[in-house]
Nanobody, 125 residues
Framework: QEQLVESGGGLVQPGGSLRLSCAASGSIYRDNAMGWYRQGPVKERELVATIHKTGRTNYANSVTGRFTISRGNDKNTIYLQMNDLGPEDTAVYYC???????????????????WGQGNQVTVSS
């Protein structure tokens, strides 16, 4: 059964760091590119980081140099290390299948029924 469960969010001060984890159950997630999406208040869901099944990574300009996406050895756990967070990073973060190399809010989104519950990240002093 395919399932996505995100964890690791919370409240952090500007300049702080968080590490998000995604437990992805199902071979479809292990065998394809994955990504981290986020949706801030009154914003479209945007793709901020992708990782190819080979391990190559790609980032949106807004997070390049601050965020790092990675996979666990089992390929079914996806991480997002977020550093130097700012208020603009406040959003609900989701992991899911992704078109490798795409970024922003114009990317093709996975099936609406495939999303997990997401994880709130709030950056505030």
């Amino acid at each position: 059964q395919e399932q996505l469960v995100e964890s690791g969010g919370g409240l952090v001060q500007p300049g702080g760091s968080l590490r998000l984890s995604c437990a992805a159950s199902g071979s479809i997630y292990r065998d394809n590119a994955m990504g981290w999406y986020r949706q801030g208040p009154v914003k479209e869901r945007e793709l901020v980081a992708t990782i190819h099944k080979t391990g190559r990574t790609n980032y949106a300009n807004s997070v390049t140099g601050r965020f790092t996406i990675s996979r666990g050895n089992d390929k079914n756990t996806i991480y997002l290390q977020m550093n130097d967070l700012g208020p603009e990073d406040t959003a609900v973060y989701y992991c899911n299948l992704a078109v490798y190399g795409c970024s922003g809010d114009g990317c093709l989104l996975p099936d609406p029924g495939s999303w997990g519950q997401g994880n709130q990240v709030t950056v505030s002093s």
